[in-house]
């Protein structure tokens, strides 16, 4: 009889650990508890539909899978959003519930033809200029019955570049491509940086941080591509600078050290709105000067200047010197916090400075601390001066000037403009020409100190080049007769084709609303030529907001950009320039519905805005 009362009792002992146990199995919290620790539950999802769920010990990783899907489907990577524009790293520990969607598409051959396009101081990219220059070295190899494609090549720190199909840069594969930021060790190797039609990470530059000789591979999925249409700027037209990859991606591994390392040396240039035009200009009146990496340079800056500094490399290699836009700027996240005080702009991520005061401005850029010191002069004007043609065009000689002053003497065209134009001149192909200035009112001849304005500061045009390499006057292509300016703050000479009638150029309106900032040469977008034949009209209605600026061309021309005309040309006379004064920025923006008509005044640059009562 106890036999059998110790039997049912153990029985019911172990019966009753048998249910202790399975309830703490239907319990997560009790089982967490029992394995000693915490647990989170990894979700898959294709679409709204559950693949599998896995719980994962915080801390650890989940285990590798690979979904299959049918219909032909290619599964491409984990991401961490339904959108899946950003990829889920399931090789990191797990310190969270997490959910994450899975990838899949139909292989599609992708037919394009990738090259790797930006600038710096390795060779690859000091030869592309920023896509300028495209050849067969820049061009990505493409795997045989893959979308994979690949190119080796050499980088330097500071090196900038994306992946795309042309010098439009349609296509752009950047930063928010890569796999990866660091190699095995831990060390950065690429960072990003905003470019231009910059709409998020995937367009931005990818910066190198690590020198080295790198192979990248560039993955793409055509079926995934889509337009972000929402971009600034996005047109029918120019639709591919806004083509996305959801699924693409860029792998690359760094081979080891540059194997080319040719001499580079940098130079800094001062770049702005109105002292450039925002033009690079490569001469003795924007360069900073050198020494033992500290560059300076002083020039005076009138109140409200928008500018920054842009790079140009000079490289050397047996003997032969060539050079190439940088890819280095300087701007005012460079700023010392003293020299704050003296320019507006200053943020973290860097942007354009601005000058709160006319004056003559000292900047002191440090490249190795990367740290821009700034003083100003407020007193210290430009010295009024006279300028010559001089050169042997119209079958002259050099010096002619200096016989007949009054006959190539440059005349201001308004009070105060400092603009100076000589017209009518007949240039002869293979003859040269350049600009002498002396101080106001001091005599024109050799004895006297002059400066010389040659090719360097000529506003770019076809139908004229350096005489040579070593020679920089500037030398005629196309014969003719031409109209020849020189703006003496901004130290630009420009040269247009002249004509009897008053309507010497084309002005093209170019905004966001209103073109995507092309001027596409549709006769919608010029401005007409005034009765009186002293200004530029064009009228243009506000429904929302606007914002635009204005290319002016020689006419005819639909060469380059043409020269910008922004809100530094803003006049006084119209009644509703406040309206179309946003108070910072290159460009026009009006936010105030209505119609309004523009004037741009021919004598003195400026642009007016006058609301037109309907």
Not at 300 to 306: D, H, M, S, V
Request: with cysteine.
């Amino acid at each position: 009889m106890k036999k059998t009362l110790i039997a049912i009792l153990a029985t019911c002992t172990a019966l009753a650990s048998v249910a202790a146990l399975a309830a703490c199995k239907d319990d997560p919290e009790k089982e967490n508890e029992r394995e000693e620790g915490t647990y989170y539950t990894v979700t898959y999802m294709d679409g709204t539909a559950v693949l599998k769920t896995e719980r994962v010990k915080q801390g650890e990783k989940p285990a590798v899978y690979i979904p299959e899907k049918e219909g032909g489907y290619e599964f491409v990577d984990w991401f961490a959003t339904p959108s899946k524009n950003h990829r889920y790293d399931l090789s990191a520990a797990v310190t969270q519930d997490v959910t994450v969607y899975a990838g899949f598409t139909l292989y599609k051959e992708d037919t394009r033809t990738f090259y790797i396009l930006g600038s710096g101081t390795s060779e690859l990219l000091f030869s592309s200029n920023w896509g300028k220059v495209i050849t067969d070295d820049h061009k990505l190899t493409k795997a045989a019955g893959k979308n994979e494609y690949t190119i080796t090549c050499d980088l330097k720190k500071g090196d900038q570049f994306q992946f795309a199909l042309d010098s439009d840069w349609s296509n752009k594969r950047g930063f928010g491509y890569l796999a990866a930021l660091q190699d095995p060790s831990g060390k950065t190797a690429f960072s990003g940086q905003g470019s231009v039609y910059d709409d998020s990470s995937k367009g931005s530059n990818i910066v190198c941080e690590y020198a080295g000789n790198y192979t990248f591979t560039l993955k793409t999925y055509p079926n995934e591509d889509y337009y972000n249409t929402a971009g600034e700027g996005y047109t029918e037209e120019r639709k591919e600078i806004y083509n996305l990859g959801t699924y693409d991606s860029i792998e690359w591994v760094r081979n080891g050290d540059v194997v080319n390392n040719a001499v580079t040396v940098t130079d800094f240039y001062i770049k702005g709105a109105t002292i450039t035009g925002w033009k690079d200009m490569f001469n003795g009146a924007t360069k900073m000067v050198g020494s033992g990496g500290v560059y300076t340079l002083s020039v005076y800056l009138k109140e409200g200047e928008e500018f920054m500094f842009t790079s140009q490399v000079t490289k050397i290699e047996d003997g032969e010197t060539s050079v190439s836009v940088g890819s280095e700027y300087i701007k005012s996240n460079n700023l010392t916090e003293a020299s704050r005080a003296l320019v507006d702009g200053y943020t973290e991520a860097g942007a354009n400075m601005k000058a709160k005061k006319s004056g003559t401005y000292t900047f002191v850029y440090d490249s190795t601390a990367k740290t821009l010191t700034v003083t100003c002069d407020e007193t210290a004007k430009p010295a009024a001066c006279d300028y010559y043609l001089d050169g042997n065009f119209n079958g002259g000689n050099y010096g002619d000037f200096i016989q007949t002053p009054d006959k190539f003497k440059l005349t201001e065209t308004a009070s105060g403009s400092g603009v100076y134009k000589i017209e009518n001149v007949k240039l002869t192909a293979g003859s040269e020409l350049l600009l002498r200035a002396y101080a106001e009112g001091e005599t024109a001849d050799w004895n006297h100190t002059h400066t010389d304005y040659q090719y360097a500061y000529l506003a770019a045009n076809e139908a004229f080049e350096a005489a040579s390499a070593t020679n920089n006057n500037i030398k005629v292509k196309t014969e003719g007769n031409y109209d020849i300016s020189f703006d003496s703050y901004s130290k630009i000479i420009t040269i247009s084709t002249h004509t009897d009638s008053a309507d010497k150029f084309d002005l093209w309106i170019k905004g966001d609303s209103i073109n995507g900032w092309d001027a596409k040469f549709d006769p919608q977008y010029r401005m007409t030529l005034s009765a009186d034949g002293k200004s530029y009209e064009y009228t243009v209605t506000v429904e929302n907001s606007l914002e635009f600026g204005i290319a002016k061309y020689d006419k005819g021309s639909q060469e380059g950009y043409g020269d910008y005309i922004g809100l530094s040309a803003l006049g006084t006379a119209g009644d509703a320039n406040d309206e179309f004064n946003p108070g910072s920025g290159s460009n026009f923006k009006c936010t105030t519905a209505g119609t309004y008509k523009i004037v741009y005044n021919i004598e003195s640059g400026k642009v007016d805005f006058y609301a037109v009562n309907e």
